[in-house]
C-alpha cells in the first residue's frame, strides 16, 4: 500500500495495479504510449527513494530491468556430472551471469533453480539461556562484524597511510569467532551459542529438466527495442570465450534460441513473397498472353516490400516478430 500511494500522481500515467504472491509484490505502472522509458524509470525511481524509511524492515526489491514480456531471447542450463546444485548454481551466479551481462542489448540475465549456497547460524536455546543472550543480539553481532570500515589515517613525516579494517565474514571459522557478549570477564563466541554451518538460502521453486530432476538455468533478457538477434549471437560468442575457462566437464547448454524464431520468420516471409510473385506471374501470362506484361505488374509485390522496408528503417522502425507474425 506505501509504494502504490506514493506512486499515484506520476505524469502520463495511464494505469497502476498490483499483484501479491508469497514473499514477492509486482507493482507495474503503464505509462502513455510514446513515454521515454528512461524519463518513466526515473520518475519511478525519484518516488521509489522516498519510501526508504516507511518500508517495514528486511523489505528488499526494486525496479525490472528494461525489457518487454517478450524480452526473453536465449535460455540455457548448466550440466556437470560431478557439481552438486548448489556448486552449479554458484557457478552461474558468480561467473557466467557477470560476463553475459556486459553483451550489448543483454538487459539482465536471470539465474533460476539450484540452491543459494549460505551461512547458516542455529541457535541453541539452552546454552543460550545460560549466558543470557538474546536472538536480537545475536542478529546484531553478526551484522555488526560482517563489514569493513575506514579506520581514519596514520601519518609517517610527509608520508600519509590510509587505514581500514577488514571484517566481512568470508569462512564458517570468521562466523564462529565472532563475539557476542561477555561473561565473568571471558568472551562468549557465536560458536559458543550456535551451530554454524553450510546451507541454502529459502526457495520457493524449483527447475527440472526433462523430468529427469532439477537442473539450473539461466535466462537471458534483450534489453527493449534491441536487435534480438544480435543479442543472441553476442550471447553465443561470449559463452564460446568463457566456456575454456570453466570447470572440467561443465556444459552450457542451450534449449531456447531467439535468434532460430527469427530466421523461420524472415524465411518464411521470404518464401511468402516468392510463391505470391511466381502465382502472379502464372495468371497474369495465362489471362493475358503477355509474359512481358505479367513480369511488370509483379514485379509490384517485391519494390513495395522493398519500398515499405526502406520507409520503415527511414522512420527508425522494426521488423520485429510480431510485425511478421501476420504473413507466418
Do not use: C
Not at 269 to 290: K, M, P, R
Not at 307 to 319: E, H, K
Amino acid at each position: 500500500m506505501p509504494i502504490e500511494v506514493e506512486m499515484l500522481g506520476i505524469p502520463k500515467t495511464k494505469i497502476l495495479r498490483s499483484v501479491t504472491k508469497y514473499g514477492l509484490v509486482d507493482v507495474t505502472i503503464e505509462f502513455e504510449d510514446g513515454v521515454d522509458i528512461y524519463w518513466a524509470r526515473q520518475q519511478v525511481s525519484e518516488r521509489l527513494g522516498g519510501l526508504t524509511d516507511s518500508l517495514p524492515e528486511g523489505i528488499s526489491g526494486g525496479m525490472a530491468p528494461i525489457t518487454t514480456p517478450l524480452g526473453e531471447v536465449y535460455m540455457f542450463t548448466v550440466e556437470a556430472d560431478a557439481m552438486s546444485l548448489a556448486e552449479r548454481r554458484s557457478l552461474l551466479d558468480w561467473v557466467i551471469r557477470p560476463v553475459l551481462r556486459t553483451v550489448p542489448g543483454v538487459a539482465d540475465v536471470n539465474a533460476l533453480g539450484g540452491v543459494v549456497r549460505a551461512f547458516e547460524v542455529v541457535p541453541d536455546a539452552q546454552k543460550m539461556a545460560a549466558s543470557g543472550v538474546t536472538v536480537s543480539q545475536l542478529k546484531e553481532a553478526i551484522h555488526a562484524n560482517n563489514r569493513n570500515d575506514g579506520a581514519g589515517r596514520l601519518s609517517e613525516g610527509d608520508e600519509v597511510l590510509l587505514v581500514r579494517s577488514e571484517g566481512s565474514i568470508t569462512s564458517l571459522a570468521d562466523l564462529r569467532e565472532v563475539v557476542v557478549t561477555t561473561k565473568d570477564d571471558a568472551p562468549v563466541r557465536i560458536g559458543d551459542l550456535a551451530e554454524v554451518r553450510i546451507g541454502t538460502v529459502t526457495r520457493y521453486g524449483v527447475v527440472t529438466k526433462s523430468g529427469q530432476g532439477e537442473a539450473v538455468q539461466g535466462l537471458v533478457l534483450g534489453l527493449a527495442g534491441a536487435n534480438a538477434q544480435a543479442v543472441v549471437e553476442g550471447v553465443k560468442k561470449k559463452l564460446d570465450e568463457l566456456r575454456p575457462t570453466l570447470p572440467k566437464g561443465v556444459r552450457i547448454e542451450t534449449f531456447y534460441d531467439r535468434a532460430s524464431l527469427v530466421s523461420k520468420a524472415v524465411n518464411t516471409v521470404s518464401t511468402a513473397l516468392l510463391e505470391a510473385t511466381l502465382i502472379v506471374i502464372v495468371l497474369l501470362g495465362v489471362f493475358l498472353g503477355n509474359l512481358r506484361a505479367a513480369l511488370t505488374v509483379a514485379l509490384v509485390l517485391p519494390l513495395a516490400a522493398l519500398i515499405t522496408f526502406i520507409l520503415m528503417r527511414g522512420f527508425g522502425m522494426s521488423a520485429n516478430l510480431m510485425s511478421l507474425g501476420g504473413p507466418t
